[in-house]
């Protein structure tokens, strides 16, 4: 039997085709948004998960289907990325409140559908809780290095203001109103609920996770902010 000679001469057409390794790469330089984006997706579900400790760079790179050199070189270090999920949190609430038109709204019934539209939020994305607990356990060490951050905010706390302005000079609201004290109403009764529905549920033996009771305790929301902002 011939030997076969261990140097054989590569197929030349396979010596130029991209291993599934470069194809990936090549793909990631090609669509630096949509690889920064599922960075960004697996870097919130592992926040949202374990924390900031105990969030694992290469457990988010395995998700997002790159490797933890393109997560550095987006995003520089994992504080860096930690505070990009942070921003992008805030930044997605804000984005999909303004569909919410509250400017175009009667006075209470932009209010209203504010304190709908927070709660329905909080329950479509549970994350968001987790990852602003996570960051009020550091005392919000790294969102006072956000340079957006009080911007991202600052249009919607002047529309809330002029819903306030609205209703009290149509007599709906007392004057003197806080927008930031009503908002505050709105999202300590939705987070505190759903921060301690399980420990509440054993607690008081009624199961705060129910449809039924989720979608009471909404209409209750509504129905304290409304009795809060009127007229004494």
Avoid: C
Wanted: no cysteine.
């Amino acid at each position: 039997m011939e030997e076969t000679t261990k140097n054989q001469p590569l197929d030349p057409a396979a010596e130029n085709t991209p291993s599934p390794k470069r194809k990936r790469a090549t793909a990631q330089v090609r669509n630096p948004e949509r690889t920064r984006a599922a960075i960004l997706e697996a870097a919130r579900r592992e926040v949202a998960a374990k924390g900031l400790a105990g969030a694992r760079i290469d457990v988010v790179a395995r998700r997002a289907g790159t490797n933890k050199r393109m997560i550095y070189h987006y995003f520089g270090d994992k504080d860096a990325l930690y505070l990009a999920v942070l921003e992008d949190a805030y930044r997605h609430i804000r984005h999909t409140e303004r569909r919410l038109d509250l400017t175009r709204k009667a006075p209470s019934e932009g209010l209203r559908e504010l304190a709908l539209f927070t709660w329905h939020y909080f329950l479509d994305h549970p994350e968001f809780l987790s990852i602003l607990a996570t960051e009020n356990l550091n005392k919000a060490r790294y969102l006072r290095q956000s340079p957006t951050i009080a911007a991202m905010h600052s249009n919607f706390i002047s529309e809330l203001e002029d819903v306030l302005r609205r209703g009290s000079d149509a007599g709906e609201f007392r004057d003197g109103l806080d927008p930031i004290d009503v908002y505050l109403t709105i999202a300590s009764l939705g987070a505190f609920y759903l921060s301690n529905r399980f420990t509440l549920s054993t607690i008081f033996q009624r199961d705060l996770t129910d449809p039924a009771e989720l979608e009471r305790w909404g209409q209750h929301i509504v129905d304290t902010l409304l009795a809060a902002v009127r007229p004494v």
